[in-house]
């Protein structure tokens, strides 16, 4: 017994699956390896233990009292072993894996800490690196320098598909907190808006015309005064802070940051505005794009992040109301 530490785990599992099956030979097939192999581990175990643990018969084997005594303990042991090797393996692997997922930075704000406590609570371990969305994120994706994209527009090719998700339809206003417009009597409108210099906040991969006020004074003949195109919540929240600058948010998140951390104030505009700023714009229509084939996304991703998007996105302006920072 005392020679049991020079017992490697495959002869361990040898001895505990003849013990089972009293066969040689399907021994030998359940591990994938020639009948000599599984003679050569009997014949080491019988060595470390000097004793005898088999009875060769006519039909297969029979296990001396010594075998049926240790059995137990093997099988334990094996069961053990094979547990701690688990974990350790997907320890070393999860330790090692690494999500990239490409994002317009407005709808970014807490989507690595979402998708950190989703996983935390699966206990899996993954390392998430948040980047911005570019003009060639449909290259990134097939040269899997990224994992998953959400994009505002769909990308549907032999390589790449991509799912619709939700379309924000609603705005709120947002300006500071000492600006007129959240003062007066009358409700804030499109023709309001447009007498005071604006900020485009715009999520779209390098295409600011998207902007809904920017195409509604287009298409009106209007004159719009557009003093800054910005995509970073840092870059509009010192903006709107030193100026009477307004500006145009689809995001639940992207609002409550800039009340809470700055000295702003938010407004939601009534159906009938959004309507009207819809008619050209259309919303913001957002997807996860992907490649077709291939990946090693785990299978609760992309639902987390629709689910993620789903309920940052503002829709249908929901009777919101003044809000101050």
């Known amino acids: ?29 359940q591990l994938g390896v020639a009948s000599s192999k599984v003679s050569r581990s009997l014949k080491a175990l019988r060595h470390s233990f000097d004793e005898p643990l088999f009875v060769r018969r006519q039909h297969g084997f029979e296990h001396t009292p010594f ?7 093997l099988k334990q042991m094996l069961a053990l072993s094979e547990a701690s090797l688990s974990c350790a393996s997907k320890d070393t692997e999860q330790s090692h894996s690494e999500l990239t997922i490409a994002c317009p930075p407005p709808i970014s704000l807490n989507l690595l800490s979402y998708l950190q406590d989703k996983a935390s609570q699966l206990k899996q371990r993954y390392t998430f690196n948040i980047k911005p969305c570019s003009n060639d994120i449909d290259k990134l994706l097939i040269r899997q320098n990224v994992d998953l994209a959400i994009t505002l527009r769909a990308f549907n090719s032999e390589r790449l598909s991509s799912d619709f998700v939700a379309r924000a339809d609603a705005y709120v206003l947002v300006g500071n907190q000492q600006h007129p417009i959240f003062y007066h009597e009358a409700r804030a409108d499109i023709e309001a808006m447009l007498q005071y210099p604006y900020i485009s906040f715009n999520g779209h991969e390098l295409e600011q015309e998207h902007d809904p006020l920017t195409l509604y004074a287009l298409d009106h003949g209007l004159p719009i005064n557009l003093v800054a195109k910005v995509c970073l919540l840092s870059d509009l929240m010192i903006q709107l802070e030193r100026s009477d600058a307004l500006t145009l948010i689809c995001y639940r998140d992207a609002v409550a940051f800039l009340c809470a951390k700055a000295n702003l104030s938010a407004l939601a505009l009534p159906e009938d505005q959004n309507r009207l700023l819809n008619r050209r714009a ?12 291939g990946g090693n996304r785990p299978p609760w991703l992309e639902q987390e992040i629709a689910s993620y998007i789903q309920g940052n996105v503002i829709l249908n302006c929901e009777g919101a109301g003044y809000a101050k920072g």
């Not at 017994?1 to 097939?29: G, Y």
């Open 1 to 29: 017994m005392s020679k049991i530490n020079t017992n490697t785990l495959f002869n361990i599992k040898v001895f505990v699956l003849l013990f089972d099956t009293l066969n040689a030979t399907e021994v030998a097939q």
């Open 67 to 73: 075998a049926q005594s240790i059995y137990p303990h």
């Open 282 to 293: 259309d919303g913001h229509r957002h997807y996860l794009t992907k490649l077709r084939e």
